[in-house]
């Protein structure tokens, strides 16, 4: 079992529909979570921070995060062109100072206009 | 604020040489990262400095791979010998320094945009 797994997609979503985008983890110990955002050939952009049960929203972007399944997402509304990228999840375990980010295969989501 | 840079973007060798990859942080970030992803697999952790100090190496595949970051600024990997299986895109990533041991200490990483490394 991998530690992040998530879709890899493609997934397809027409412009201005809500994409929504899925991640399990594996450590129950995992404390913190991010997604990224990264288009081809450049770097990871962080997108999405979430720690606590529940939803987090800043603009369009909507993170949301259930410990309890081990399950965190986010959802994209009114899906632009512009979103058209690789969405990976990572997830960290702070312990002893370690703070290593383990990532998911990332889901590549295509928004047709 | 400039963002993590990465030197060179793409480095092409023949299996046996040396390449060292470097990396700028983000000024005044103590935390460094490396992370690695070979085609088709996630990105994955290699080692984690503090300021000069390595906090954790424990993603280093092997004594091929070097990781220095003297002065605690700018970090070079350099991989002595290259072997086929060493291909891929090699990430950078820097944080701010961590406040105290709780959740809300985990600072945000950033990355650079990687070195894509080939190995013929």
């Known amino acids: 079992q991998k530690e992040v797994e998530q879709n890899s997609g493609p997934l397809s979503v027409p412009e201005g529909a809500i994409a929504s985008l899925n991640c399990t983890y594996s450590d129950r110990g995992s404390q913190s979570f991010f997604w990224y955002r990264q288009y081809s050939g450049k770097s990871p952009e962080l997108i999405m921070s979430i720690y606590s049960n529940g939803d987090k929203e800043d603009g369009r972007f909507t993170a949301q995060l259930n410990k309890a399944s081990q399950y965190v997402s986010l959802l994209i509304r009114d899906s632009q062109p512009s979103d058209s990228a690789t969405y990976l999840c990572?997830?960290?375990?702070?312990?002893?100072?370690?703070?290593?980010?383990?990532f998911g295969t990332g889901t590549r989501l295509t928004i047709i206009p | 604020e400039a963002g993590v840079t990465q030197f060179p973007s793409h480095s092409v060798i023949e299996k046996g040489q040396t390449v060292t990859l470097r990396c700028d942080p983000i000024s005044g970030h103590d935390n460094l990262y490396w992370y690695r992803r070979v085609m088709g697999k996630e990105i994955k952790f290699l080692l984690h400095?503090?300021?000069?100090?390595?906090?954790?190496e424990s993603g280093m595949p092997n004594n091929r791979f070097l990781a220095e970051r003297t002065g605690g600024t700018y970090s070079t990997l350099k991989v002595q010998p290259a072997e086929l299986e060493d291909s891929g895109v090699y990430f950078c990533?820097?944080?701010?320094?961590?406040?105290?041991?709780?959740?809300?200490?985990?600072?945000?990483?950033?990355f650079g945009d990687g070195t894509r490394l080939s190995i013929l």
């Open positions: 990572a997830v960290n375990r702070v312990s002893g100072g370690n703070e290593k980010l383990t």
């Open positions: 400095f503090v300021k000069e100090s390595k906090q954790d």
């Open positions: 990533a820097s944080s701010r320094k961590t406040v105290a041991a709780s959740v809300f200490s985990n600072q945000p990483q950033h």
